[in-house]
Nanobody
Framework: QVQLVESGGGLVQAGGSLRLSCAASGRTASSYGMGWFRQAPGKEREFVAA????????YYADSVKGRFTVSRDNAKNTVYLQMNSLKPEDTAVYYC????????????????WGQGTQVTVSS
């Protein structure tokens, strides 16, 4: 089993920045990857970004491309989401998730989930 815990959320003004962290513990496997998802009130969960351990491949949703950066620290088994130029529409609960297998942006294909961290962006 893999356990995930997110941190770093908060309240910021539009144009500000936040960095989210997701620390993983437990057994990992080859082709391991971690993704970020978000869910706003009344909305479905949507893909934000992901990073795969092999080659450090990175993937982004069009809505955050150019503003968000996903990175990893292998020694700490932690993935980060640097969020810049935040907009009110970025307001959501952000979740990290883990999967052993090939890259996918479908939340149904991720096996492990954190509890989420709230990000609120004011105008």
């Amino acid at each position: 089993q893999v356990q995930l815990v997110e941190s770093g959320g908060g309240l910021v003004q539009a144009g500000g920045s936040l960095r989210l962290s997701c620390a993983a513990s437990g057994r990992t496997a080859s082709s391991y990857g971690m993704g970020w998802f978000r869910q706003a009130p009344g909305k479905e969960r949507e893909f934000v970004a992901a990073i795969w351990w092999s080659f450090g491949s990175r993937y982004y949703a069009d809505s955050v491309k150019g503003r968000f950066t996903v990175s990893r620290d292998n020694a700490k088994n932690t993935v980060y989401l640097q969020m810049n130029s935040l907009k009110p529409e970025d307001t959501a609960v952000y979740y990290c998730a883990a999967r052993s297998g090939y890259y996918t942006d479908s939340p149904e294909n991720y096996n492990y989930w954190g509890q989420g961290t709230q990000v609120t962006v004011s105008s």
